[in-house]
């Protein structure tokens, strides 16, 4: 265990996370004051302590909010989402156990975990700390031909007309808002991609907002509510599908053809199904600004791959004014190789025994966030959460700190999984609309 760390991030009485049952039964976990005096360093929304320093976890069983007291309860530490160390088991004394010290040598982050049975059934709960993250650095390589390479697609791209359309959608529109299922030719002829497009009712000029979708194929609501305080905004799709049909077409697509989209032709640089999705979010923020009622100012927003989409496009797209991005997907995705936590869709993880794993790599680094946040020069918003077991905190921080623009601002919401919290959201949508052209 001597080879584990800690970092408290936020309120160390509130850094805990929690799964409950119906019993409402929660196995809460949470970092104790080091048996050492560490030497405190402010980083954004956090206190952070050297490696090195030891750490113990305190965990507690609760029912109903109060403390109930099962005899035993096992705990194991890991490195993130690596392999745990074997489970140990701690005797319960007035409610409560502690862990032995636990430190980690390099920067990163560590995971306790614990399980209790309690009335026949068993109840797990974690807290993720880290140390030194100010460090942290992907270990995706960059391209040295990154740049040329996306300019050159970019180029091609741009030879293909928009040629957009509009079907008002009736229904969604409102006395403050037309909405729209729009439409634009993107990466080559005949290919389409669709965004359900609210532009407010009132003469004038406004600015704009792109959000990218979630992972998976599903149906795309609309920006309306959003559009109505006076912004255009377009709920974009990235499948080249429309987005009017029934809730039983893009079922039957996510369990059928789409089914493994993330990881098709992952082996061709010039394939890879990204290739399409990165180019067709440039082109509907492009066509956003080609709008009449476009004021200038152009925002992408979005979650898990939304938040990759808001990093690619304002990477690729000189016109992006500013991006919120929340726990994003395909980032640092390799660091499997190194013995590290990587991220979303986690190819890297299932087959970093492959033979041919190199030579994907070297396909992937030209689609991975983390080399796109290298170049990136506009602001930027980002957030998420240390129980985020899908797009894991290591690979995203490392990310966070590669992102070359100094006007960025980073929120930790410690006891937060693969979602975002409103009030956040919230936030980083005002930040964003704060900058200007």
């Not at 990154?146 to 409102?174: V, Y």
């Not at 909405?179 to 005949?190: F, K, P, T």
């Not at 690619?312 to 190194?338: G, M």
């Amino acid at each position: 265990m001597k080879r584990f760390a800690i970092i408290f991030l936020s309120l160390v009485l509130n850094f805990s996370f929690a799964f409950a049952a119906k019993e409402d039964v929660k196995v809460i976990v949470k970092p104790l004051a080091p048996s050492t005096n560490p030497i405190v360093l402010p980083i954004p929304d956090s206190l952070h302590f050297k490696k090195g320093v030891p750490v113990r976890f305190e965990i507690t069983i609760e029912k109903d909010g109060k403390e109930v007291v099962p005899s035993k309860v096992l705990f194991s530490f890991n490195e993130d989402k690596m392999t745990p160390t074997e489970a140990v088991e701690l005797e319960l004394e007035d409610g409560k156990a502690t862990t032995p010290d636990a430190t980690m040598h390099k920067s990163g982050f560590l995971r306790c975990n614990a399980e209790v049975t309690y009335n026949g059934k068993t109840y797990k709960g974690h807290s993720m700390v880290g140390f030194d993250v100010q460090h942290l650095q992907p270990t995706v390589r960059m391209p040295s031909d990154f740049r040329q390479w996306w300019n050159a697609q970019l180029t091609e791209a741009a030879k293909i007309p928009m040629e957009p359309k509009l079907e008002k959608i009736k229904s969604r529109c409102t006395d403050a808002v037309d909405v729209y299922q729009v439409s634009v030719q993107a990466v080559e002829e005949g290919f389409r991609i669709y965004g359900i497009l609210s532009i407010p009712k009132a003469g004038g000029k406004y600015p704009a907002v792109m959000r990218g979708p979630g992972a998976g194929v599903h149906k795309i609501g609309g920006l309306v509510d959003e559009a109505a305080q006076g912004l255009i905004t377009l709920d974009m799709g990235v499948h080249g599908v429309p987005l009017t049909k029934p809730q039983s077409f893009y079922a039957s697509l996510n369990k059928g053809r789409l089914k493994d989209y993330p990881t098709m032709n992952i082996d061709s640089r010039e394939n890879y199904y990204y290739r399409r999705v990165y180019l067709s979010a440039v082109r509907l923020a492009e066509y956003l600004t080609t709008l009449p009622q476009f004021n200038g100012n152009l925002y992408i927003c979005g979650g898990s791959q939304g938040g990759a989409i808001s990093i690619v496009t304002a990477a690729l797209c000189p016109k992006v004014t500013a991006i919120e991005a929340f726990f994003p997907a395909l980032a640092d995705q390799e660091a499997y190789l190194q013995d590290r936590a990587g991220g979303w869709p986690h190819y890297f993880y299932f087959h970093k025994d492959d033979e041919n794993i190199q030579q994907i790599a070297d396909v992937v680094a030209y689609y991975d966030v983390a080399n796109f946040a290298r170049i990136l020069d506009k602001p930027v918003f980002m957030s998420f959460g240390l129980a985020d077991l899908t797009c894991a905190p290591t690979c995203t921080y490392s990310t966070w700190n590669a992102i070359a623009t100094r006007d960025k601002r980073l929120v930790i919401t410690p006891q937060i999984g693969h979602w975002r919290d409103l009030k956040v959201w919230d936030e980083g949508w005002r930040w964003m609309l704060s900058h200007k052209k």
